[in-house]
């Protein structure tokens, strides 16, 4: 029988373990990067979508005034048939502040808690 036994070399090793130290630091150094960048792109998202919301929000607000102001407009006309314009509109005036200074002071309140 032929037992032949054939030594075969490891293969050399082509770097050497500062080298490849060096390179696990180079990569390292790069994954951080980019996850760095990947959380800068993610802020930049977040930051237009909530400016996008805020002006929606500030539109509606905006439309919303307006259409209290007609319904304030149409309480004064109204009022008119039973008194005078300027009773009518102080009228109005003097029970919206009331109603203001009430839910401000409840808003203190709450925030003084």
């Known amino acids: 029988m032929n037992n032949k036994v054939v030594k075969q070399n490891p293969a050399p090793q082509s770097e050497s373990f500062s080298e490849l130290l060096e390179q696990l630091?180079?990569?390292?150094?790069?994954?951080?990067?980019d996850e760095i960048?990947?959380?800068?792109?993610?802020?930049?998202?977040?930051?237009?979508?909530?400016?996008?919301?805020?002006?929606?929000?500030?539109?509606?607000?905006?439309?919303?005034?307006?259409?209290?102001m007609s319904l304030c407009a149409a309480l004064i006309i109204g009022l008119?048939?039973?008194?005078?314009?300027v009773i009518a509109a102080l009228i109005t005036g003097v029970a919206l502040a009331v109603v203001g200074v009430a839910l401000a002071i409840i808003g203190y309140r709450q925030l003084k808690k």
């Open 80 to 85: 008119t048939s039973y008194m005078s314009p």
């Open 25 to 33: 630091a180079k990569d390292s150094a790069a994954v951080v990067h």
């Open 37 to 68: 960048e990947l959380v800068i792109q993610r802020s930049r998202e977040m930051v237009k979508s909530a400016l996008s919301g805020v002006l929606l929000i500030m539109t509606g607000a905006l439309i919303s005034f307006a259409g209290f």
